[in-house]
C-alpha cells in the first residue's frame, strides 16, 4: 500500500487526499513523524479538512505534544 501511495502522489502532487491517507498507512507502521509530515502536507493542500486536523491531533497526542494537538481540536470545532 505504501509504495502505491507514493505512485500516486509522484502523479499528483497537489491531492490532499493523498497525502492523508499517505499519514494514515505510515501512522499503521508505527511511524509517527513521517505521518506527521504527511498530514502537515495535506493541511497545506487542503486548510478546511476536519479529518486531517483530526490525525494530526492523534499523532500529536501520541508525540506527547498535548498543546499543539489541543489547537488541531479547536480547528476542527472552527470548521463546524
Do not use: C, M, W
Not at 497537489?14 to 511511524?31: D, R, V
Not at 500529536?60 to 479547536?74: F, N, R, V
Amino acid at each position: 500500500a505504501h509504495n502505491d501511495i507514493e505512485r500516486a502522489i509522484q502523479l499528483n502532487t497537489n491531492s490532499s487526499e493523498y497525502f492523508l491517507l499517505q499519514a494514515y498507512i505510515l501512522q499503521s507502521q508505527f511511524k509517527a513523524e513521517e505521518a506527521l509530515k504527511a498530514v502537515e502536507q495535506a493541511i497545506k493542500l487542503n486548510t478546511q479538512s476536519p479529518e486531517s486536523y483530526s490525525l494530526k491531533s492523534k499523532l500529536l497526542l501520541e508525540k506527547g505534544d498535548t498543546a499543539s494537538s489541543y489547537s488541531s481540536i479547536e480547528r476542527i470545532r472552527s470548521l463546524s
